[in-house]
């Protein structure tokens, strides 16, 4: 009787603790599980993949390939260190229309040799425009947009359209326009597009006006006696030779002493015959 009680007890004590395991667990709250993270939203001025904003062009350009006539000129006359300057510090971004190696394998030969070192500068800097615009933005663009290229005209201009799906590029000089052909960087504060014609600036490479002919020389004027004026004043006459006029006085001298000379003999007849 009494194995039985304490086997019954035993059977009471495990019920009750399995009854009680049950209740907490029932209230004991269930660990939510972790949400999944929502995609980075791709926002525009996104920087690159190492998380820096592009602002070095050459590295950019040399990484895409095929542009390394471009980034020798851009090196050669430092529009390259200027560009970095403005991306380090700029509000407004870049553009860059860079031209391939095929654009200037393309050029007539000595289309570049007539230029200076100041108008190479220009040229390179008449591939920039001096914001940032993206492809969309481009082709909203129906009138002329300014570059960083400029002269005593003032700034250096394209005109750009829309093309069906693309930009057409001008640049005011003949046979060179140009479609942006593919899009090296996208990210603010700098785009590049690539082109397949070198730009050439209207300003140096459109038809320049004549040099004007240089003036004739002025006649040679053959000088008129000048005309005495007429007064009331009788004018003194003229002086004579000056051997006639010698000869004259001498003559007037002797003419006088003759006369004097006949006076006196006549006084002295008539002295002489009073006396007698």
């Not at 929502?38 to 820096?52: C, E, F, I, L, R």
């Not at 005593?152 to 479609?179: C, D, E, F, Q, R």
Request: hydrophobic share 40%; with cysteine; glycine share 6%.
């Amino acid at each position: 009787m009494a194995s039985a009680s304490r086997v019954l007890l035993v059977a009471f004590l495990l019920s009750t603790v399995s009854v009680m395991a049950a209740a907490q667990k029932a209230v004991a709250p269930a660990k939510a599980k972790p949400a999944p993270a929502a995609p980075a939203a791709d926002a525009p001025g996104a920087a690159t993949a190492d998380g820096k904003p592009p602002t070095d062009p050459i590295a950019i350009l040399k990484k895409a390939g095929g542009f390394t006539k471009f980034c020798d000129l851009l090196e050669q006359t430092r529009v390259d260190t200027q560009l970095k300057a403005q991306l380090t510090d700029s509000y407004n971004g870049l553009t860059i229309f860079a031209p391939t190696d095929d654009a200037f394998d393309s050029l007539k030969a000595g289309t570049l040799n007539g230029l200076s070192s100041q108008d190479q500068i220009q040229m390179m800097l008449y591939c920039v425009l001096p914001r940032f615009y993206s492809l969309s933005m481009l082709g909203n663009i129906k009138d002329k947009v300014n570059t960083q290229a400029s002269g005593h005209t003032g700034p250096y201009k394209y005109a750009i359209k829309p093309s069906g799906n693309n930009v057409n590029v001008s640049t005011g000089v003949k046979g060179n326009n140009m479609l942006l052909n593919s899009v090296v960087s996208k990210d603010f504060p700098l785009s590049i597009y690539s082109v397949d014609k070198v730009p050439l600036p209207y300003e140096l490479f459109g038809p320049q006006p004549p040099t004007p002919a240089p003036a004739p020389a002025p006649a040679p004027t053959k000088s008129k006696p000048k005309k005495k004026k007429k007064s009331g004043i009788a004018e003194a006459p003229e002086a004579e030779d000056a051997d006639a006029t010698a000869d004259e006085t001498k003559n007037a001298a002797s003419s006088l002493t003759g006369r004097w000379v006949a006076a006196l003999g006549v006084l002295a007849a008539a002295v002489l015959g009073g006396a007698f």
